[in-house]
């Protein structure tokens, strides 16, 4: 069996549905393992549960050496930030820790293990490709968000610091009650204090919340929106590109196979 021939074995495995599941499964299973060890359990649980967390590790690195025999272009595996991410993660969990000083540094390595759901499933790497893909210009709505924090803030001290200092007695603390108002958090008991002095501040508080949880809200969700609608259709355009690209090989090699069959045929002939 030659090196070709293994490495498109080691593809149909790693594209293999059932494979895909079962390391999903995994991650799962590693997770939970992770959560069960904040309980008290036996000594006989533990010794248990690191034999499967070794044995998890174990799978994982199976699962990367799968992964990179499958490549095509093995030179291009590292390339890709979530394969880099996927080996050291594995590649760390290997090393043992536990029982030294760097023992936290481990619980938090197997604990980001569950980040690898995300490498593992395209539906999520597209989420959050689109989510960082939107970040500048969600950027310039933050900054919005900001400026219209910190005038509220500005007029919040300026007028209600007398008649709650806690809430108001600097613009630090205001943009902290402000952030209150905004997550809808018992904000009405603040609003009805205030109103005791001023009763017209209500229109303060409605106009903020106008600008803030709608507003700016339903800004950053058609932009996110936006960015995934255009990831999908990238990603389309460059399958299609890629069953052009196959189509056109096949009929290539149909072509040579022909020219071959032509030549043969008449050399037969004479």
Do not use: C
């Amino acid at each position: 069996m030659n090196t070709q021939t293994l490495q498109k074995k080691f593809l149909s495995i790693r594209s293999h549905k059932a494979f895909e599941l079962f390391i999903v499964f995994v991650i799962v299973f590693s997770a939970l393992l992770i959560g069960a060890k904040s309980y008290e359990i036996p000594e006989s649980v533990h010794i248990l549960m690191i034999w499967l967390d070794w044995g998890i590790t174990l799978l994982f690195l199976i699962e990367i050496i799968i992964r990179f025999l499958g490549e095509e272009h093995k030179r291009y595996f590292f390339k890709s930030g979530w394969n880099v991410f996927d080996t050291l993660i594995v590649v760390v969990s290997l090393v043992p820790i536990d029982n030294s000083e760097l023992a936290l540094v481990g619980r938090l390595i197997r604990i980001f293990r569950v980040l690898r759901m995300i490498s593992i499933i395209p539906e999520l790497r597209l989420l959050l490709n689109s989510l960082l893909k939107a970040l500048p210009q969600l950027g310039y709505v933050v900054l919005l968000m900001f400026i219209i924090f910190y005038i509220y803030a500005a007029i919040g001290t300026t007028f209600f610091a007398e008649i709650n200092p806690v809430l108001w007695g600097d613009i630090a603390i205001s943009l902290l009650t402000l952030f209150r108002v905004m997550t809808f958090e018992d904000w009405t008991d603040v609003m009805y204090e205030v109103m005791t002095v001023y009763s017209l501040s209500w229109t303060y508080f409605i106009t903020f919340i106008f600008f803030t949880a709608f507003a700016f809200l339903n800004m950053v969700i058609g932009i996110v929106v936006n960015v995934l609608e255009e990831e999908n259709h990238r990603i389309k355009e460059e399958e299609d590109k890629a069953q052009g690209r196959a189509s056109l090989d096949d009929l290539q090699k149909e072509i040579q196979e022909l020219k071959a069959l032509i030549i043969s045929g008449n050399g037969a002939s004479k």
